[in-house]
């Protein structure tokens, strides 16, 4: 089983080893897509694979110890009605979950390839993609 | 036919066919056109003012013309630089048929004694609204890489370290300069499409530099012509005119222009039957800092649509910042409107000189300069 989580890392538990615990501990493969973390706290984006008893147990020792844990539904989310299809996006995507099909002349984004790194957002000109965190 | 619609034509059945049979050929490209902007005329208030600084939504727009004049220029940002929201933003939100705050001051005088007014406007309150573009639909244009160890942020977009990607922005085979490599049916009056509406080529566009290498068969491989161009906002759609952001760049117009070109010949059926096989651009490293930077390879248009091209033994993703979808849809909805007869076709009222050259800026004396 996969799921993607956002942790919030108060300041006392940014000093812990929570990602290191996460592995050793509770034998999940844990797939960093994003981290922003100082001595006075932060946010991180994981990919969580493991047996679900293993993901449940991971997220339960998260809270135990104060991080803050959200389920992401949705990474990334395209506007489809401000996509102007032009590209920029297809050539920085480290999964190619955004490509270009030259038979419509518009971008497909496949959401299940896509990993969250946030990547396209500041490279995307007409601004349509969005991360939700 | 549309510009694709005419080579599958020519591919079938030949270049002396297609140039008896097809009458017109329409272009299209939707890109990011930065030497864009709008001028309007606000109406006068009561009393009158003579406008000496204004904002338009908070972006500054120069008004060193006359009382209720002023001009908003696509790249223009508000003080504090914020990049999401520019001159090209503000004329998409009156597109979009959107009120704008308009705020100007003044010193007064005898005249116009008015020295503040703060108020809204939107397409319905202006009198005259125009877009005003002094350089668009560059015929070619560089595709951009990085050698560096760090991201750059650049009109090109954004290009990863490590020759991590490498981008590029013409419409290649659809772009409309490319048909007509020697500007034969585009030049000063041309009508074309211009951002859902109809406008003209008025000029050259600045930096018009026809002198640059080209193939065999004339067309150019870096950037060459270009056009200054014109048409009323008020027909215009966000569409086909967009607010765009460049990270640490700053902001731009995505913009769609489309122009027709008459076959009036077989040699004008051969320009047209170009396809992005035939049509190349150099690749630049963007990390040199010059106005001069070295050529890392040639490559066409064909392969940078791949995907995928090898620069120095890496294989590198591309992307364009030209939109094909829309530049498809320009083109077809221009030959619609060209069948039905409600776009006109007409004969430049002077072509282009094919002798300008494209000078750079140095710092000189006020004696060398002269």
Request: glycine share 8%; aromatic share 8%; proline share 4%.
């Amino acid at each position: 089983m996969k799921t993607k989580v956002v942790l919030n890392f108060s300041p006392e538990a940014s000093n812990q080893p929570i990602t290191h615990n996460l592995i050793a501990k509770h034998h999940l493969v844990v797939n960093i897509l994003r981290a922003e973390i100082d001595e006075f706290g932060g946010k991180m984006v994981l990919e969580l694979s493991g047996k679900a008893e293993d993901i449940r147990k991971g997220i339960d020792y998260l809270k135990a110890n104060s991080v803050g844990v959200r389920p992401i539904k949705e990474g990334v989310r395209r506007d489809d009605d401000v996509c102007t299809h032009c590209g920029m996006c297809v050539s920085i995507c480290p999964t190619k979950a955004l490509t270009l099909d030259v038979k419509t002349g518009k971008v497909t984004f496949t959401e299940e390839k896509c990993v969250a790194c946030g990547v396209c957002i500041d490279a995307c000109p007409p601004r349509a993609m969005e991360i939700l965190i | 036919m549309a510009a694709e619609e005419f080579k599958q034509y020519v591919k079938a059945n030949g270049i002396a066919k297609a140039a008896k049979e097809v009458d017109v050929v329409t272009t299209g490209t939707f890109g990011a056109m930065c030497s864009s902007g709008a001028y309007f005329n606000f109406g006068h208030s009561d009393p009158p003012i003579k406008m000496q600084k204004v904002w338009l939504d908070g972006i500054p727009a120069y008004t060193g013309l006359a009382a209720v004049d002023a001009y908003i220029g696509a790249t223009e940002l508000d003080e504090s630089n914020n990049m999401l929201h520019g001159g090209a933003h503000v004329i998409e939100d009156l597109v979009r048929g959107k009120a704008i705050r308009l705020r100007a001051t003044a010193y007064g005088t005898d005249c116009y004694p008015r020295k503040e007014i703060d108020t809204f406007v939107s397409l319905k309150t202006v009198n005259q609204s125009v877009l005003f573009n002094t350089r668009n639909c560059y015929q070619n244009y560089a595709c951009a890489t990085n050698s560096s160890a760090r991201t750059l942020y650049t009109y090109m977009g954004k290009l990863l370290p490590e020759f991590g990607n490498a981008t590029y922005c013409s419409a290649g085979e659809l772009s409309p300069l490319l048909n007509d490599p020697y500007y034969r049916t585009i030049g000063i009056g041309t009508r074309i499409f211009l951002g859902g509406g109809q406008g003209f080529v008025i000029w050259e566009g600045t930096q018009f530099n026809p002198g640059v290498p080209r193939t065999p068969a004339g067309v150019p491989k870096r950037p060459a012509g270009s056009l200054a161009v014109i048409g009323d906002l008020k027909q215009m759609s966000s569409d086909f005119l967009r607010g765009l952001t460049f990270t640490k760049y700053g902001t731009s117009l995505g913009l769609g222009i489309g122009v027709p070109i008459p076959i009036l010949d077989e040699e004008m059926a051969k320009a047209c039957a170009i396809t992005n096989d035939q049509i190349s651009t150099a690749v630049f490293d963007y990390s040199e800092a010059s106005r001069s930077r070295s050529v890392l390879r040639e490559v066409t248009y064909s392969e940078l649509r791949s995907g995928e091209i090898t620069i120095k033994n890496k294989q590198v993703a591309t992307s364009s910042l030209s939109s094909l979808w829309k530049a498809r849809q320009i083109a077809e909805t221009l030959k619609n409107q060209i069948v039905k007869g409600e776009f006109m076709i007409e004969k430049p009222i002077q072509n282009f000189s094919l002798d300008r050259v494209f000078k750079p800026l140095d710092v000189r004396s006020e004696k060398e300069a002269m």
